[in-house]
């Protein structure tokens, strides 16, 4: 007698909780069907190449205040907070070091002086070989399969810093505090960033996808060159050809993408 | 079953503490928020997508449009009628909808849910 209560019990118990599945199971698979009717496109005016470089010529950029509207142009329209004080907190995408600074590979003990005092323009080297997309724990910087340029999706980065320490040309900023209040001069157009994200230089992917070329060849009147490496004739492989030029640490086989002309 | 009464006590008060939230709050329910339209937008007659579909999935089509713009390139939405779109949260979506605080923020404050959108997007593309 016992025993059978139990029995009937436990039956009951099951088949209930079968009857309860097969709703649930009903709306699972319902789920995911029909997917919405749209789809989404590169723009028509975007700028395309296999992997996106730049020649610097820096014989036509000979002082600080050469470089000067170059790197405001990009602090402009990016909305790099240039009001920070602290060194250590600074953010930078684009910007002015002296050639011992840059190129630490060339051991040259007496340079040619005046290439030694010129200024030189550092940026994100959008490395083929990109070390900072190795180290990326969340795929937050990639190396885009379509151009080449090392973007960031600032929505995945965690604040790990592990880029800023794989990068050998340290071209990348940490938001150790909120930027927009060191913002001078906003962009309605573009997004700031905030506190505990790792930014960099873009190549310009926003103004390319829009077929612009980059701010700073924009402001660099010639100065600078962008086009495609692997297009023979690019404005950038012409000026390969004819000129002598360097890159920063190619030792280390990152293969950068920005070459200078000296 | 000689703590009957004991029992008995205790599941009513037991009952009366877990329900309390319940029939604390009854009848005080915050009425659903009523969103404003900029003139923009009510001109408009419709968004990117239907007004059906944008209001229950327009979380998932941000975020289709986050995805293809930053890692993809690809800037550009075709709806179903055909029409194109620029995909931007700033400069798309706020120039219609340039009224956040009674716009998106109604809602997302009603349903207590905080997108972090705003922390690096900039809300008044117009200066509003």
């Known amino acids: 007698m016992k025993n059978s209560r139990r029995r009937f019990l436990q039956m009951a118990g099951v088949s209930a909780l079968g009857l309860g599945a097969k709703p649930m199971l009903n709306a699972f698979a319902a789920g995911g069907g029909e997917g919405p009717d749209y789809h989404v496109a590169t723009g028509e005016d975007a700028l395309t190449a296999k992997q996106w470089a730049m020649v610097i010529d820096t014989r036509k950029l000979q002082t600080a205040e050469d470089l000067e509207p170059i790197v405001e142009a990009c602090n402009k329209i990016h909305n790099i907070p240039t009001a920070i004080q602290n060194k250590n907190h600074e953010i930078k995408w684009i910007w002015e070091t002296h050639y011992h600074n840059a190129f630490t590979d060339k051991t040259n003990n007496f340079l040619n002086e005046e290439v030694a005092h010129r200024p030189f323009l550092l940026l994100c080297n959008h490395c083929e070989n990109p070390p900072c997309v190795r180290a990326c724990p969340t795929q937050a910087t990639f190396k885009r399969e379509s151009d080449g340029i090392v973007l960031m999706d600032f929505h995945r980065c965690i604040g790990c810093r592990f880029c800023m320490a794989a990068c050998p040309f340290g071209a990348r900023s940490f938001n150790f505090r909120d930027p927009r209040p060191f913002i001078e001069e906003n962009s309605e157009e573009f997004p700031t960033r905030m506190k505990g994200v790792v930014e960099k230089c873009n190549f310009c992917a926003e103004r390319l996808a829009v077929g612009k070329m980059p701010a700073c060849v924009e402001a660099s009147k010639g100065a600078i060159a962008f086009g495609d490496l692997y297009d023979e004739h690019s404005e950038v492989r012409e000026l390969l050809k004819e000129n002598y030029t360097i890159r920063r640490k190619q030792t280390l086989g990152t293969e950068p993408s920005v070459y200078y002309i000296v | ?128």
């Not at chain 2, 079953?1 to 009366?16: E, P, Q, R």
């Not at chain 2, 997508?49 to 327009?58: A, G, I, N, Q, S």
């Not at chain 2, 194109?84 to 109604?106: G, I, V």
């Open chain 2, 1 to 128: 079953m000689k703590d009957k009464k004991k029992i008995l006590a205790g599941l009513v008060v037991f009952i009366a503490v877990i329900t309390f939230p319940f029939w604390f709050n009854m009848g005080k329910a915050a009425p659903a928020p009523e969103l404003e339209l900029t003139a923009e937008a009510k001109a408009a007659k419709s968004c990117v997508m239907p007004t059906e579909y944008m209001k229950v999935e327009h979380m998932q089509l941000l975020d289709v449009w986050r995805h293809n713009v930053v890692r993809r390139g690809e800037r550009m939405f075709v709806n179903t009628d055909g029409k194109l779109f620029n995909m931007s949260l700033s400069n798309t979506c706020l120039d219609c909808h340039s009224n956040k605080e009674k716009f998106c923020d109604r809602c997302h404050d009603y349903a207590s849910v905080r997108p972090y959108c705003w922390d690096c997007h900039i809300d008044s593309p117009k200066g509003e």
